[in-house]
């Protein structure tokens, strides 16, 4: 079936769309076969006040309703545009939405998480059946609800050699690895999140394009150190993050007292920040390759001090027949195929719950809402 997956990224940089046929469910081997990919602005005025909506800010119930029903009106907008570019009729939508808010405990337990954009307004936009709000069922059966990119991982991994791991750097890092027989997906802490907006405070930009300001700074190693010096690193995996913890008063509620950095310094302090919780995370694994995605696998200098910390060949999942820009859109559209044939969209133990769990809400479409006959979980997955 032809699926359309979408989403919009702790980062807020703009809605992701990607295009996908997948089959095969029926007898274990999934083929996804990338038809077309593409991100869409938020419009200024929505990223604003997302942005102003996001802890440490604050936002009321009036507020929030507003931006679920514009969020779903872009995401639907975005989706229309991108099946029209992709000049194929789509049969199922997924929506990952924005995310608000991600409710963890200090202790590291998620309680729950909320992702904006109404679906109704996408089958409005749409006619279709969209598949919603995948992260909220397994954190009700004990997982962390994220990340949920350990699905289509795990089934990467089992055609890759031994000591291979995948790494997505969006606004929050999140690794994937195999542990024996099982899958294990965690967040690492920051990838761009700190960055980006450190970038933006100090010189307007949005980010730190190529890495350039962290290959021309010098790490302060008393600054890493400060950043360094927080009880998430010590949390055991699988555990998950976000812009909650990692917002845009913690670098200078870490730096507290110590010397002020030049622009490039402090970036190029985040960068490494990013580089060596990482490594950190991925060492107890003895990773061998990593493969990295995500708008940070854009950033030369981000990837070339994870290589070192990591003593390990980092390279993109473009190796793997993925460009690591649209991944994410694959997989939410992976994620909703699944759902779509009653196929657990986590593994046992992938974040935490104890058992395999069908995520998200389906909302009908225009027709009445016929599902197949549910499949049994796929034990491959090729990306032709
Ligand atoms: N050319 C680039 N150089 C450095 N960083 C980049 C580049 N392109 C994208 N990024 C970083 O990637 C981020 C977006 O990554 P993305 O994977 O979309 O994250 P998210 O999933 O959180 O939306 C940007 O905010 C920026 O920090
Ligand atoms: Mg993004």
Same mark, same amino acid.
């Given at each position: 079936m032809i699926i359309a997956g979408s989403i919009s990224g702790t980062s807020i940089d703009g809605i992701d769309v990607a295009v996908a046929e997948l089959t095969g469910i029926e007898t274990g081997a999934i083929t996804l076969r990338p038809i077309h990919?593409?991100?869409? *602005?938020?419009?200024?005025?929505?990223?604003?006040?997302?942005?102003?909506?996001?802890?440490?800010?604050? @936002?009321?119930?009036?507020?929030? @309703? &507003?931006?679920?029903?514009? @969020?779903?009106? &872009?995401?639907?907008?975005?989706?229309?545009?991108?099946?029209?570019?992709? +000049?194929?009729?789509?049969?199922?939508?997924?929506?990952?939405?924005?995310?608000i808010f991600h409710w963890v405990r200090p202790t590291g337990v998620a309680m729950g998480c909320i992702q904006l954009g109404q679906p109704a307004y996408i089958v409005q936009a749409t006619g279709l059946p969209v598949v919603s709000d995948l992260r909220n069922r397994d954190i009700a059966a004990g997982g962390q609800g994220a990340p949920l990119a350990g699905t289509m991982d795990g089934l990467l991994l089992r055609?890759?050699?031994?000591?291979?791991?995948?790494?997505?750097? +969006?606004?929050?890092?999140?690794?994937?690895?195999?542990? !024996?027989?099982?899958?294990?997906?965690?967040?690492?802490? *920051?990838?761009? @999140?700190?960055i980006d907006l450190a970038v933006q405070a100090r010189t307007g930009q949005a980010y730190d394009r190529d890495g350039f300001l962290a290959a021309t700074g010098t790490v302060d190693i008393l600054a890493l150190t400060g950043l360094l010096n927080d009880p998430y690193f010590s949390l055991e995996p699988p555990k998950s993050t976000g812009r909650e913890h990692f917002d845009r008063e913690y670098v200078a509620a870490h730096l507290a007292g110590l010397s002020p950095l030049?622009? =490039?310094?402090?970036?190029? $302090?985040l960068t490494e920040f990013t580089a060596v919780t990482v490594a950190d995370s991925l060492r107890p694994f003895g990773i061998r390759q990593l493969y990295a995605s995500g708008g940070g696998a854009q950033n030369p200098a981000m990837l070339a001090r994870i290589e070192h910390h990591l003593g390990a060949p980092v390279s993109t999942t473009a190796?793997?027949?993925?460009? *690591?820009? $649209?991944?994410? !859109?694959?997989? %939410? =559209?992976?994620?909703?195929?699944? $759902?779509?044939?009653?196929? *657990?969209?986590?593994?046992?133990? %992938?974040?935490?719950?104890? $058992?395999?769990?069908v995520l998200g809400r389906i909302s009908p479409g225009d027709q009445p809402l016929r599902l197949p006959e549910p499949a049994e979980p796929p034990t491959r997955l090729t990306v032709t």
């Open positions: 990919a593409a991100t869409y *602005p938020w419009s200024d005025g929505i990223r604003d006040r997302l942005l102003a909506a996001l802890p440490p800010g604050s @936002c009321d119930a009036g507020e929030l @309703c &507003e931006l679920d029903v514009r @969020c779903g009106q &872009e995401i639907g907008a975005a989706i229309s545009l991108a099946v029209r570019a992709a +000049g194929v009729a789509a049969d199922l939508i997924v929506s990952h939405g924005q995310t055609s890759l050699p031994a000591g291979s791991a995948l790494l997505n750097l +969006g606004g929050i890092a999140n690794v994937t690895v195999l542990q !024996g027989d099982s899958v294990l997906a965690f967040d690492t802490g *920051p990838a761009n @999140c700190l030049s622009d =490039a310094d402090l970036v190029a $302090t190796a793997l027949g993925l460009d *690591p820009d $649209t991944k994410e !859109g694959y997989l %939410m =559209a992976l994620l909703g195929y699944l $759902t779509w044939y009653g196929v *657990p969209g986590v593994l046992s133990g %992938m974040t935490g719950s104890a $058992t395999p769990r």
